[in-house]
C-alpha cells in the first residue's frame, strides 16, 4: 500500500455533496467524490467510464484541514439562451482562504500514475467547481512503505498560509482536524454520499461511506520561542546586607 498526498489550497474552493435547486452548498472539507473527479480529470478518464471509476474509488480518502477558511455566499442570475427569459436566483456558497491536505491510499501502481497525471493533466485541476483553480501545485509527494493513511497525514508538514501560521506563533505545536474513513471495526463513524460511483452526465450516482472525525499534532514553523522572567526576589538584597553586617 501507497499513500499519495495532495495540497489543496486557493482563494475559493467549493466542496459540494448535495445541492438542491437553486442552492448549491459546500461542506466544510474536500469531499471524496470532488477529489476523485479532479484526478479522473487529470488522468484524462472521461465522464461514463464507470469501470476506470471504480478503481479510483477503491482508494481509501482522508483529508487534514490546514485552514478552515472562511464559508462565502455567492448570489448568480442568468438568461435563458433561448428565450432570453430570466432564470431563477440562484444562491451557490464556497470556502474562502482555506487550504487542505487530501491523502489517498491503495495500489502503489495506480497512486504512481495519478501522481504523473497531476503534473501533466489532460485536464486542468480545479478546487470543486471550474471557478475555482488551485494557487499551488496540488501534488506534496508519493509515500511508499506500511505507513498507513493516517500516520502520513500526521507526518505531513503543516501548509497553512505563513499569515496565518503567525496567527499561532504562540504554539509549537497545533492541533489539525482530520476526516477520514472508517476502518471495519471502528462502528461509531457518521456518513456521507459522497462515494463517487458515476460521473456520466445524465445519470450521476454517489453511494454512501463511513466517515471518523479525528486530530493530529502537527509542529508550527512560525513558532516563536517564550522567554522566561528573569527570577527575582526582593528579600535578596536584605540577605545580601546582613551577610555583610554580620
Known sequence: MSVLTLRLAGPLQSWGASARFTRRTTESAPTKSGVIGMLAAAAGIERGDDTE?????????????????????????????????????????????AVFVAALEGDRALLTELHAALRAPVYAPYLGRRSCPPALPIELGLHDGTTPLRQVLQDEPWQAAP??????????????????????????????????LSFAADHRRHALRSIIGDTVEVPNPAAVPTRSAPRHDPFDALEEESARCS
Open 53 to 97: 471509476l471504480a478503481r479510483l474509488g477503491a482508494l481509501r480518502y482522508g483529508v487534514r484541514i490546514d485552514q478552515p477558511g472562511s464559508r462565502v455566499r455567492d448570489f448568480q442570475t442568468a438568461h435563458h439562451p433561448v428565450t432570453g427569459k430570466s432564470m431563477p436566483l440562484s444562491e451557490r456558497f464556497y470556502l474562502a482562504d
Open 163 to 196: 499569515w496565518y501560521r503567525r496567527q499561532r506563533r504562540r504554539d509549537a505545536t497545533v492541533s489539525l482536524a482530520v476526516l477520514r474513513e472508517a476502518d471495519e471495526h471502528e462502528d461509531h463513524a457518521d456518513v456521507l454520499r459522497d462515494q463517487p
